[in-house]
């Protein structure tokens, strides 16, 4: 990456026009659309990844290089500005998004860039998957290659891993977290790839037509059940690693592993009917129920597992609560039963997001920990995409005409301003499936392995929890 990539960091509070704090009336959808603009203006501000010379869908340097976020973070950006678009119709930021999700998908096309083998998971793959399936599906404006397209090609490549577990017996199957063989955490098996790769298989499931998805869906969902991961009563646990065969289990719960579930959950109950339909009700109810307690107990997100200790949420859970939100409305979309449960609470949730927007050069910068009700610590991209989530998902009501869309309903051409979604393919696809991750795995890896892979979540709040003891 070129100097400079990482300025976005250290920018913090670029002033707009306004300065006084962030003020929303909760009673009308058009000054919620109009704080929503100015959130979104701002975090946008911390975005450079579209001028010349820097890295389209990066969030700067990665952290082994100076920066602070990981390669996946980028992928919350874009989805949360594709549902910030797709709740406001402001297409102000639709050209950066593309950008950056084409910039980053890969000569495969199958989100697997080699600057960032060095640090790749199934789950940061699965994200950038993710937001391409929400482009698809959204009809978000088309570009020379075919969203699903790229979201297929992730199926494939993990598909094809999950088999080779199986086949290998290291815990009855599964994906791991790391895809290199040679990444710190490649022993780690964890809930969030798996739930991501059953959040792919259920919308593309869902886009397809195709049962297959659904099939393979529901067992990866039985196999993190069996192994534990996800509880009886709906709680969901971090991971566990294959020396022990996924025994020692780190009870670690973090909103968005349950966050994912529930939405595939979801998805999957749409599309099924009968006994496949209510087992999957049956997760979506208890799924919710599990969530809105733990992590909403007062009515707003509160991340258990560090919330409330000063820097002990690492880069990544900063993200969180913006995606879970997004998460719960989309359950309610797909699984109207929910409706009131779910909306209640993304009412509260956003009211106390929004008391915390007074910082920064312009006043109305959010901070992260919403249990404080007010502006408490440094401005940054992940408050404001958090509290970008939190009020765009009021609209909901707005667009409920709009739908999801199918492959055979979707129509690239609506709302597009670029590009017309002819879906010719613009580079070759190259079939994503074997031997991933074995190429250049000594890219950037070489002989410091422990700087340029991240800690896992999980060994970190181990190691928390031990040190507390
Ligand atoms: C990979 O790194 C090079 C050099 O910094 C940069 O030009 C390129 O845009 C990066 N590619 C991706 C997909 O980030
Ligand atoms: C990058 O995107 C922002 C927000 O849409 C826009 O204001 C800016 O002009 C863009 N920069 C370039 C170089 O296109
Ligand atoms: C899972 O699917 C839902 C529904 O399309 C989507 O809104 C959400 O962003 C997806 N999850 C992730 C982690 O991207
Ligand atoms: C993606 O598109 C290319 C060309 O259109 C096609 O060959 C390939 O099979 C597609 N991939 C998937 C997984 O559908
Ligand atoms: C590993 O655990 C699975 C259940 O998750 C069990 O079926 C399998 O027999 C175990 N393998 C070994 C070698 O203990
Ligand atoms: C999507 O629909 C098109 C046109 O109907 C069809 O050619 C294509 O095979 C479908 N793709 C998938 C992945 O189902
Ligand atoms: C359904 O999807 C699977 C997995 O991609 C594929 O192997 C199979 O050919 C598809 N079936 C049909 C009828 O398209
Ligand atoms: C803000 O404070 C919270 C809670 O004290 C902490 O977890 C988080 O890391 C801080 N955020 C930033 C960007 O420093
Ligand atoms: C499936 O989702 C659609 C909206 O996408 C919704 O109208 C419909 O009621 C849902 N089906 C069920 C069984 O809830
Ligand atoms: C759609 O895009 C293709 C290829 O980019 C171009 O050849 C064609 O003229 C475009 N069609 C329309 C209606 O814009």
């Not at 082994?64 to 119709?89: E, P, Q, R």
């Not at 998004?97 to 790749?120: C, E, F, I």
């Not at 087992?279 to 597992?305: K, M, P, Q, S």
């Amino acid at each position: 990456m070129k100097q400079g990539a990482f300025s976005l960091a250290i920018l913090s509070g670029v002033v707009s026009t306004a300065s006084a704090a962030l003020e929303v009336d909760f009673a009308s959808a058009d000054s919620i659309r109009a704080a929503a603009k100015d959130v979104a203006f701002d975090a946008v501000s911390y975005y450079n990844g579209n001028e010349t010379g820097e890295v389209p869908g990066m969030l700067g340097y990665e952290p082994y290089a100076g920066g602070k976020y990981w390669w996946w973070s980028g992928s919350v950006l874009m989805s949360t500005l594709i549902d910030y678009w797709h709740y406001t119709n402001d297409n102000s930021y639709n050209a950066l998004v593309s950008q950056g999700l084409l910039h980053q998908r890969g000569p495969n096309n199958d989100y697997m860039p080699p600057n960032y083998t060095a640090s790749l998971s199934n789950e940061d793959q699965g994200f950038w998957g993710l937001a391409a399936m929400q482009a698809a599906e959204l009809n978000f404006p088309a570009s020379s290659i075919d969203w699903s397209n790229l979201s297929l090609n992730v199926w494939d490549t993990q598909v094809w891993r999950f088999e080779q577990e199986e086949r290998d017996e290291t815990c009855n199957g599964g994906l791991r977290w790391q895809v290199p063989p040679t990444n710190v955490g490649y022993n780690y098996k964890n809930t969030i790839s798996n739930a991501v790769f059953i959040n792919l298989s259920a919308r593309l499931g869902r886009w397809t037509g195709n049962a297959t998805y659904a099939e393979w869906a529901e067992r990866t969902w039985t196999w993190l059940t069996n192994v534990g991961y996800i509880t009886e009563d709906f709680r969901v646990y971090d991971g566990a690693h294959v020396e022990q065969n996924c025994t020692d289990i780190n009870k670690a719960q973090f909103s968005y592993n349950a966050g994912v579930l529930l939405q595939s959950a979801a998805f999957l109950y749409n599309q099924t009917t009968g006994d496949d339909q209510k087992r999957w009700r049956d997760r979506v109810t208890g799924l919710t129920n599990a969530i809105l307690d733990t992590f909403f107990e007062d009515g707003y997100h509160f991340e258990i597992a560090c919330e409330g200790r000063d820097g002990a949420c690492t880069s990544d859970m900063l993200f969180f609560k913006g995606m879970v939100t997004r998460f719960l409305a989309s359950t309610v979309q797909v699984a109207p039963y929910t409706k009131e449960s779910i909306t209640k609470v993304l009412k509260t949730n956003a009211e106390a997001a929004v008391k915390t927007c007074t910082g920064g050069d312009n006043s109305r910068q959010c901070s992260f920990s919403w249990a404080k009700s007010k502006f408490h610590n440094e401005t940054d991209i992940p408050s404001q995409l958090n509290a970008l989530s939190a009020l765009s998902v009021l609209l909901q009501d707005e667009v409920s005409q709009k739908g999801i869309a199918t492959n055979a309903t979707s129509s690239p051409n609506d709302g597009s301003e670029e590009g017309n979604g002819s879906g010719s393919n613009g580079g070759g696809n190259g079939n994503g499936g074997q031997g991933q991750g074995q190429n250049g795995n000594d890219n950037g890896n070489g002989g410091s392995a422990g700087t340029t892979t991240r800690v896992t979540v999980g060994v970190l709040v181990a190691c928390l929890f031990a040190a507390l003891l």
